[in-house]
């Protein structure tokens, strides 16, 4: 999953509530990597691994490159 937070305040929000939801969802804890500060953060789970980007990284990286022939679930915007 890829998610864009456009401060650092946010991208702290999207990941704790990120983590939040997945324990009650019985995903366990995340292994975590990455501060807000530094503009993308990891959160992976096993079965699946949450990407939290600022507007810059994310353009950087273009993850959805890698996964351009993969289904698309959801888009939100």
Not at 5 to 28: F, I
Not at 62 to 70: C, D, F, P, V, Y
């Amino acid at each position: 999953m890829l998610a864009t937070g456009s401060s650092d305040r946010m991208l702290a929000s999207l990941a704790e509530n990120t983590e939040v939801k997945g324990k009650a969802e019985g995903l366990g804890n995340p292994y975590i990597e990455g501060l807000p500060q530094s503009g993308w953060m990891v959160l992976d789970y096993g079965s699946v691994v949450v990407h939290l980007f600022s507007p810059e990284k994310r353009d950087y990286y273009q993850l959805e490159e890698l996964w351009k022939a993969g289904k698309l679930i959801l888009r939100l915007k």
